[in-house]
């Protein structure tokens, strides 16, 4: 859920009841502090679906019928309520107030903030399917193109930028992020992974192409002094999977699930140890 999306609904639904998981023991299809928002007949998040949303989404709508107060829930995760996660958990519920909508607004644009970033060099067949993917995900997604006439038809919420010099992008990107190779041009393509290749924070550098596309920048990135454990944590081709479809979506929906592979295993590894310092291929 993004802070925008939340002030469209609020503002066509003004009487909704905030879900929010507030104790979550065992095994549970969402985190504590996930919340969701429902309104008479609509709704907006998810607390985790099936039965247990269901029982949610039902004590919240009889409550705004009957205009009061709704009581939280104590669900089991099990037999009773036709699910097998064998957890339990805990929701809230309470009646969505102005500074209540504020207060979660604010919330989630703070979060928004501290989204992964992705940056994708360049915005054809295969730059503009991989933006639609990605733009649902919970990321911070860039757009990169020398040529300003081609950053259009580009998802809401996507950042498209016309820059002459990308390489400077990379340089300037915070710790973390993600690079996305796939300009017109294969000599910039070259220029953006060597720099992409010397961020050694960055979770994931790859370029759209082929195997030969591959052997031609190694001899060429070797050539130029680049160091063959840099080589190795290059992804090139990117969503290959063993498979030949080269059509831009496949790519596309194939590249987004290797991305955020990458982007999940570096935050796992940040939980885990949290004040070390690591390269990307830690994480390969």
């Not at 309520?81 to 607004?105: N, Y």
């Not at 992705?118 to 054809?124: A, D, H, K, P, R």
């Not at 002459?164 to 996305?180: I, K, Q």
């Amino acid at each position: 859920m993004r802070s925008s999306d939340l002030i469209a609904f609020i503002a066509t639904h003004p009487s909704a009841i905030v879900a929010e998981l507030t104790n979550v023991r065992g095994s549970s299809p969402r985190e504590a502090g996930t919340v969701m928002v429902i309104a008479s007949d609509a709704l907006i998040g998810t607390i985790g679906g099936g039965a247990l949303e269901y029982l949610v989404i039902a004590r919240a709508r009889q409550a705004l019928r009957d205009g009061v107060e709704p009581e939280g829930l104590d669900i089991p995760l099990g037999p009773e309520i036709g699910q097998c996660c064998g957890g339990r958990v805990e929701v809230a519920l309470k009646v969505l107030t102005e500074v209540q909508a504020d207060a979660l607004a604010a919330q989630l644009a703070a979060e928004e903030t501290k989204r992964p970033r992705v940056y994708l060099f360049g915005s054809g067949h295969v730059g503009k399917a991989l933006a639609r993917a990605l733009a649902a995900l919970p990321l911070s997604v860039h757009v990169i193109d020398t040529r300003p006439d081609e950053l259009h038809d580009l998802p809401e919420g996507v950042e498209a930028r016309a820059v002459p010099m990308p390489e400077a992008v990379v340089r300037a990107a915070p710790a973390g992020s993600a690079f996305v190779i796939l300009t017109h041009d294969h000599a910039l393509d070259f220029l953006i992974a060597m720099e992409a290749l010397k961020r050694t924070d960055a979770c994931y550098v790859g370029m759209v192409g082929s195997k030969t596309k591959r052997a031609k920048f190694s001899s060429w990135y070797l050539a130029e002094g680049g160091a063959r454990d840099a080589l190795r944590r290059l992804v090139l081709p990117i969503g290959a999977f063993g498979l030949v479809d080269k059509r831009p979506e496949v790519i596309a929906a194939l590249a987004a699930a290797e991305i955020m592979v990458h982007i999940g295993r570096r935050e796992a590894l940040i939980v885990r140890a949290p004040d070390s310092n690591f390269a990307l291929g830690a994480v390969r």
